[in-house]
């Protein structure tokens, strides 16, 4: 099981390899409440390398592009599976293709993501780890807050948007872009680098540190706090990290 997101399109690409059993139906459903918690435009279940000749598994993906088709924003979902597969032939007897459309292969149903349109209301800045980039990334959010009428999500969005931008300069060291697309009345943020190393969350300090430069490694602490969800996925060139703002 591998979860690679692709920050540009907003698109996750969930692989189920190996037999299909117990052990890899739980893993299954973790990995995609996980990634339908991130709320992608779009999810591809790439199940080309599943060995399912009983086609048992095909309630865990009717369940799966039903829960998708129900979010606010729906978020298309889409699979992949060699042609004349049993688990395709099951799928394609039940229908299922009308909510689940199938491709032969990731590059098929990459396409035909790509074909639905990109998102529509999202603004992007590609920056440097400067320390004025952090600031670059905040006004972002205040344009795409006025442009899309969301007062309410405005400050704690710039707040979580500075500490992730922050947090890309100081750590990856690396060319890193910030993302800001509409989801609903709320937004979802994320900063791309590339460094694959994933952040960590460290521990609050039990005592209060006699100078408050010293509190190191809180960024993400604040991030939780202010966002409704966030979270970080391995990309192919290294990592993002995103967070949910909603109101109240």
Not at 49 to 72: H, I, K
Not at 137 to 161: D, I, K, S
Not at 212 to 234: C, K, N, S
Request: aromatic share 4%; with cysteine.
């Amino acid at each position: 099981m591998t979860v690679t997101a692709d920050w540009d399109t907003a698109v996750t690409v969930v692989t189920v390899r190996g037999p299909w059993g117990n052990p890899l139906r739980q893993e299954t459903f973790t990995a995609i409440k996980k990634v339908l918690s991130e709320h992608p435009a779009a999810m591809i279940v790439d199940l080309c390398d599943l060995r399912d000749v009983r086609a048992v598994s095909v309630p865990t993906w009717l369940t799966v592009s039903q829960v998708a088709a129900s979010m606010e924003p729906p978020v298309r979902a889409v699979g992949c599976l060699p042609r004349g597969s049993a688990l395709g032939n099951r799928l394609d007897r039940l229908g299922a293709r009308n909510f689940l459309p199938l491709f032969d292969d990731l590059a098929g149903a990459e396409a035909a993501v790509a074909a639905g349109g990109p998102v529509t209301d999202r603004l992007r800045i590609d920056l440097a780890p400067h320390p004025d980039s952090p600031a670059l990334a905040r006004n972002l959010v205040t344009e795409a807050c006025g442009a899309w009428g969301l007062p309410e999500v405005l400050y704690p969005a710039r707040l979580v948007m500075s500490e992730l931008a922050a947090n890309a300069v100081e750590h990856a060291r690396t060319a890193f872009t910030a993302l800001v697309l509409r989801r609903g009345a709320g937004v979802h943020l994320i900063v791309s680098d590339r460094e694959p190393r994933m952040p960590r969350l460290v521990e609050a300090p039990h005592d209060p540190p006699g100078n408050l430069w010293d509190v190191r490694g809180q960024g993400l602490r604040t991030v939780q706090a202010a966002a409704a969800g966030w979270g970080a996925l391995p990309t192919r060139d290294g990592k993002m990290v995103w967070a949910t703002v909603r109101p109240g």
